[in-house]
């Protein structure tokens, strides 16, 4: 009977996946390069065949070693979950945070019930607006937190990602291709006017509003079911559609940053628990923003 997998063999195995070669992972994992070569040897030995082929410059993985790459990053990852979760200091407390509704689906509310699972003791309400009635109610002390859109400012403020809005179209509808365009857009927007309308007029395009709402969701529902183009965060792009680039005729509408707000009267170990919540939340679109 082959031994069982032990998690510190999969770190090893997950240093030397990432690192392409055990020098460099030995240095990554503070050991000596035996000790990760022993690793190594042990887990391909419990497997009962190889996971990595040696070359001259380092080592790729086998098929089998390709097979083994998620489970390790499952494991190890939830392995560092359960000791992150059970080692911090438990938080209580109200924590009021408020978020757009471009994120309400997609983003925020893994990292959301994340938190409330970590600190049950805390009481987490989320409140769901546009950007100024959210600085309005983060100035009236109604919230501790806002993550808005926010143009380019001198203002310091923390920055959790770029995320551009494009026009976007249904890939079987293909609303881009009539004129004159029909076009989604918000209720007495003064962003639809000053952004969305301008980018049409900029490239002399045609359109008449087909639909008319308040909310991203609406603007997601609108296109996808082929009543009209929109303009939306790139991040929040619904599955069979797909952004108007220049190749279409289109252009950027914006070039918005996610923006962290506080609340100027204060904080608390709760709250600031939530901003690292928030950013690690952002941290994969931020990062693919700067690619």
């Known amino acids: 009977m082959l031994p069982p997998l032990d998690s510190d063999l999969m770190r090893g195995f997950l240093a030397v996946a990432d690192a392409g070669s055990v020098t460099s992972a030995a240095d990554q994992l503070g050991r000596t390069q035996s000790a990760v070569s022993m690793q190594i040897r042990k887990l ?3 497997l009962g065949q190889s996971v990595f082929v040696r070359e001259p410059r380092g080592v790729s ?3 089998r070693g390709k097979q083994l790459l998620p489970y390790a990053r499952r494991v190890v990852g939830l392995l560092d979950e359960a ?3 059970l080692r911090e200091k438990p938080l209580s407390g109200p924590v009021r945070v408020g978020i757009p509704d471009e994120y309400v689906q997609s983003i925020l509310p893994s990292a959301l019930a994340s938190f409330s699972l970590r600190h049950p003791e805390t009481k987490v309400t989320a409140r769901c607006d546009f950007s100024a009635p959210q600085l309005t109610a983060l100035s009236a002390d109604k919230i501790d937190l806002a993550v808005v859109y926010e143009g380019y400012s001198e ?6 990602a770029v995320d551009p809005t494009v026009w976007v179209t249904s890939i079987s509808h293909a609303q881009h291709l009539q004129r004159p365009l029909p076009i989604s857009i918000y209720f007495s927007s003064d962003w639809c ?7 049409l007029e900029q490239i002399g395009m ?4 087909a639909f008319e709402c308040d909310t991203s969701a609406s603007m997601r529902s609108a296109v996808t079911n082929g009543i009209a183009v929109a303009p939306l965060a790139r991040s929040s792009i619904p599955a069979g559609c797909r952004e108007l680039t220049i190749e279409d005729g289109f252009i950027t509408i914006d070039n918005a940053r996610v923006v962290l707000h506080r609340n100027p009267t204060g904080t608390s170990p709760a709250i600031e628990a939530m901003v690292a919540t928030l950013r690690d939340a952002f941290c994969p679109l931020a990062n693919k923003g700067m690619d």
């Not at 203002?155 to 959790?160: F, P």
């Not at 045609?206 to 509003?209: I, K, L, S, V």
């Open 44 to 46: 391909e030995d419990s």
């Open 61 to 63: 993985l086998t098929a």
């Open 83 to 85: 000791a992150t979760a």
């Open 155 to 160: 203002d310091e403020v923390e920055v959790l």
């Open 193 to 199: 006017r000053d952004y969305a309308l301008h980018s």
């Open 206 to 209: 045609d359109y008449y509003p």
